[in-house]
């Protein structure tokens, strides 16, 4: 999606490009109650505020979707599989019990109640994922879920 924006911008970049290439300097006055002023910039065809007034939206609403998305997915945690395997080793380990749910459906976005009992990710889950160091997990339909510090949970560990 940002490879898509980028060749927008550069699409953009190029028509500016193309019309100062076209574009021809004359000399001559501003108007009749102005001084001479010199060297003045006259593009042909369509002028330097119609192509402003296109160009400048387009960077904008690019710029926006550039940084925008990234921001808006940021709490989108994705656990690879060899990071799933090592929660499923930590909860063998340790032998963690799991707690049956019988509420909504388990998913992300789920908040899951405050007397399920939370575990602290592992060391070395932290250092492959550093996006999971303030981030715990539950055990719930022996199934892993990351949940968020407001006990939401982000993530599902397959």
Not at 70 to 77: E, M, N, S, V, Y
Not at 105 to 122: F, N, W
Request: net charge negative; with cysteine.
């Amino acid at each position: 999606m940002i490879a898509h924006l980028c060749s927008i911008i550069m699409r953009m970049i190029k028509q500016k490009e193309q019309l100062l290439q076209n574009a021809r300097w004359t000399e001559g006055l501003v108007s009749l109650d102005e001084p001479h002023t010199g060297w003045q910039f006259q593009p042909h065809g369509e002028g330097l505020k119609g192509l402003t007034m296109r160009i400048l939206p387009s960077l904008l609403i690019a710029s926006a979707l550039a940084f925008g998305v990234p921001a808006a997915l940021a709490d989108d945690i994705v656990i690879v599989p060899e990071i799933g395997i090592k929660f499923h080793d930590d909860v063998k380990v340790k032998k963690y019990k799991s707690h049956k749910w019988d509420g909504d459906d388990l998913a992300v976005g789920v908040v899951v109640p405050g007397d399920v009992e939370y575990y602290d990710v592992p060391e070395d889950v932290i250092v492959a994922t550093p996006a999971l160091k303030s981030h715990r997990y539950v055990y719930l339909n022996d199934h892993v879920y990351i949940v968020d510090g407001n006990r939401r949970i982000v993530a599902v560990v397959k």
